[in-house]
């Protein structure tokens, strides 16, 4: 089992930036992936990025590109989201999650591999 508790949410101007941390106990090791996820109220659930465990390797949604960035802390079992140049859109209840499976997918034939999932952490970007 694994548990995940996010960090680091709040409200920031346009502009602005914020970091996101999510800290997770239980193993994380291998083709696990720990991912980020937001949801506007009303609307789905959507990928925000995500990193493979061991081989870091990254993904992210077209909508964040070149502004966010993911990262990982093997000794902490942590993974952070740095947001920079964030925009009203931006604002959601951030969720972290993890599958391991070692895919990015995140479709309605793909959801029930994201197995854990954090309590969330609300963004809110406003002037």
């Known amino acids: 089992q694994v548990q995940l508790v996010e960090s680091g949410g709040g409200l920031v101007q346009p502009g602005g930036s914020l970091r996101l941390s999510c800290a997770a106990s239980?193993?994380?090791?291998?083709?696990?992936?720990m991912a980020w996820f937001r949801r506007v109220q009303g609307a789905e659930r959507e990928f925000v990025a995500g990193?493979?465990?061991?081989?870091?390797?990254?993904d992210y949604a077209d909508s964040v590109k070149g502004r966010f960035t993911i990262s990982r802390d093997a000794s902490k079992n942590t993974v952070a989201l740095q947001m920079n140049s964030l925009k009203p859109e931006d604002t959601a209840v951030y969720y972290c999650?993890?599958?391991?499976?070692?895919?990015?997918?995140?479709?309605?034939?793909?959801?029930?591999?994201?197995?854990?999932w954090g309590q969330g952490t609300q963004v809110t970007v406003s002037s």
């Open positions: 999650a993890v599958n391991r499976r070692g895919s990015f997918e995140y479709t309605p034939s793909t959801r029930a591999l994201w197995e854990f």
């Open positions: 239980g193993s994380i090791f291998g083709n696990y992936v």
């Open positions: 990193i493979i465990w061991n081989s870091g390797r990254t």
